[in-house]
């Protein structure tokens, strides 16, 4: 390159968003900011008991202020004026109602404190009774609309959060002139849009959430939609036919976001895109290699040549999408609705007195955050075939193999001599195995597992967790050097977009930090695994049982 460029990578995740500053020619990280969603961290407009999770877009307007000019901050001018491009990852599917403007209608006054205006996180699973309905609808057509998504619709995803607000809120059913994903409004935003009809739909989130496909021509027909539910005629038609893939410019930066983050005025912004697909990019993702973006849920992605794709169509994962991780290539989706979500309902179950009884003196809140290092220390010092404990990992549901959000978690096993380590073991030992079930999937589909790679907090932060990964898979797990896989997915993506590299693999491989630790399995806790998950594989039954149906001895 002849001369310096720089990018920057903004990471909206489910409690906080990340930019980052890297220059484009190696990678290299320049700043970073992280800033927690206020409204969120608080608590407003979710309600757990209900699984309803809204966030307010003001979380995520001022964080991205926020965290890009602390970046710049500390920077520097010289690296400020040499800044060429920006991209964006979110969480997904996580939409929302907006105006003709595009303006979500909670930044509008009569809307601001209602939750159905807001962005319906990705976790929400309030829109069951609507994704059951689009199943057995999608049942009663010649064409099968849901072959791309796996064949089964899931709560968690676009459509059936837009036929629950429409269903339940006529103000906002009135107000609302279109749905857009998180990772569509923010560029939109970026550039400074002012017409809800030209926001541009990145493909990873239309193909996976929304039932976009080629094969279709774009979206199913106005009739598919219309014959679900009336309220539904005529959407099909506010919403999109072009989608674009993530290594394309949204447009340049608008007046208003140069001045208020402080960038030259022709600054490019990229196309957005779901975090876990970006982050897969910035963890080094390679054909046939399972990348494991571990967090408050994993999102497992895996990448395939077009050709070995034809006339496959894999059963039960989140949708198979040309162009949703890597242009050129198919990107394939599964996932677990919780992970580190487990460990942290144990942290908080364990903490609650600390948090809830008069005269507990101290620092009770520090206590609390060092529960889950402690009990990863502990647990893993149990020797091998200790404990008769044994658990089931659907705390939130299960997402693949074959979704499920009626689905609820299992303690099996106890003793009065279960202990804590003991228990945060069996549950540790769950996720790992339902980790074990997505990858029978693909093979028991044709999609070979070749290796799997490790990115994300819990991958970094948690030994214990990741020994026990590779010990269930029998697969080694090679672990990514960035903390931040997702921003930095996002800053090659933004080199890509500004020209800085041609492809977006050539970006990964110049700007891509490489890995740094290696898990693999221990052929002496091979056949205890093997019996542990037979057993978790008998608990958690077969798919097509009734929901709630368990099969324990």
């Known amino acids: 390159m002849e001369r310096k460029t720089y990018c920057i990578g903004v990471d909206f995740g489910t409690d906080s968003v990340r930019a980052m500053v890297v220059d484009a020619a190696d990678g290299r990280e320049v700043s970073q900011a992280v800033f927690v969603y206020p409204r969120w961290r608080d608590g407003l407009y979710c309600d757990a008991a209900s699984n309803r999770f809204r966030q307010h877009p003001l979380d995520h307007i001022e964080g991205l202020e926020w965290t890009v000019r602390r970046c710049l901050e500390e920077a520097g001018q010289a690296v400020r004026r040499c800044v060429r491009s920006i991209s964006v990852d979110t969480t997904g599917s996580t939409p929302v109602a907006v105006d003709a403007h595009g303006v979500p209608l909670a930044l509008r006054e009569p809307f601001r404190d209602d939750p159905d205006a807001m962005f319906i996180l ?87 959430k929304a039932l976009w496909s080629a094969a279709f021509g774009g979206l199913p027909p106005d009739g598919f939609f219309a014959a679900l539910d009336p309220l539904l005629a005529g959407w099909r038609d506010r919403l999109h036919t072009r989608v674009y893939t993530a290594d394309r410019a949204a447009g340049t930066i608008g007046a208003e976001w140069a001045g208020r983050l402080g960038l030259p005025d022709d600054v490019l912004v990229g196309i957005g895109a779901m975090d876990a697909h970006v982050g897969a990019v910035g963890g080094q993702i390679a054909p046939y290699q399972l990348s494991k973006v571990m967090g408050t849920s994993t999102c497992d992605m895996l990448v395939a040549p077009q050709a070995e794709m034809e006339g496959v169509f894999v059963r039960g994962i989140c949708g198979q999408v040309d162009g949703s991780i890597i242009p050129g290539m198919v990107g394939l989706e599964a996932g677990q609705s919780a992970f580190g979500d487990v460990y942290a309902w144990f942290r908080d179950l364990l903490s609650w007195p600390l948090r809830h009884m008069d005269g507990l003196v101290g620092d009770t809140a520090g206590i609390a955050d060092r529960l889950l290092a402690e009990l990863d220390g502990q647990a893993s010092a149990l020797p091998l075939g200790e404990g008769s404990e044994w658990a089931v990992d659907w705390f939130n549901g299960r997402r693949t193999p074959d979704a499920d959000p009626t689905l609820k978690g299992l303690i099996g096993g106890l003793t009065l001599g279960s202990d804590a380590p003991r228990l945060y073991r069996a549950l540790v030992e769950s996720t790992c195995f339902g980790a074990r079930r997505i990858v029978d999937r693909f093979r028991e589909e044709g999609i070979p597992v070749h290796g799997v790679i490790g990115v994300g907090g819990i991958a970094r932060k948690s030994p214990f967790v990741m020994q026990t990964m590779a010990d269930a898979l029998d697969i080694p797990i090679r672990i990514h050097r960035s903390e931040q896989t997702c921003a930095l997915g996002a800053a090659m993506f933004a080199a890509t977009v500004a020209g800085a590299h041609p492809r977006v693999e050539v970006a990964m491989e110049a700007m891509g930090q490489g890995f740094d630790r290696e898990f693999t399995p221990r052929a002496e806790w091979r056949d205890w695994y093997g019996r542990q998950y037979r057993r978790y594989a008998h608990a958690a039954g077969s798919p097509g049982d009734a929901p709630g149906t368990w099969h324990v001895s």
């Open 122 to 208: 990705w976790k929400d699973h309030t829109a069951i009774g609507e994704a059951a309905a689009i199943n057995e609808h999608a049942g009663r057509f010649a064409i099968d609309y849901l072959r791309y998504v796996g064949g089964i619709y899931s709560s968690e995803w676009f459509w059936a959060k837009l036929l629950y607000v429409l269903r339940r809120n006529e103000a906002v059913r009135k107000a609302c002139h279109s749905w857009v994903e998180h990772s569509d409004w923010i560029p939109f935003l970026l550039t400074g849009g002012t017409r809800a009809a030209d926001i541009k739909r990145n493909v990873c989130a239309a193909g996976h």
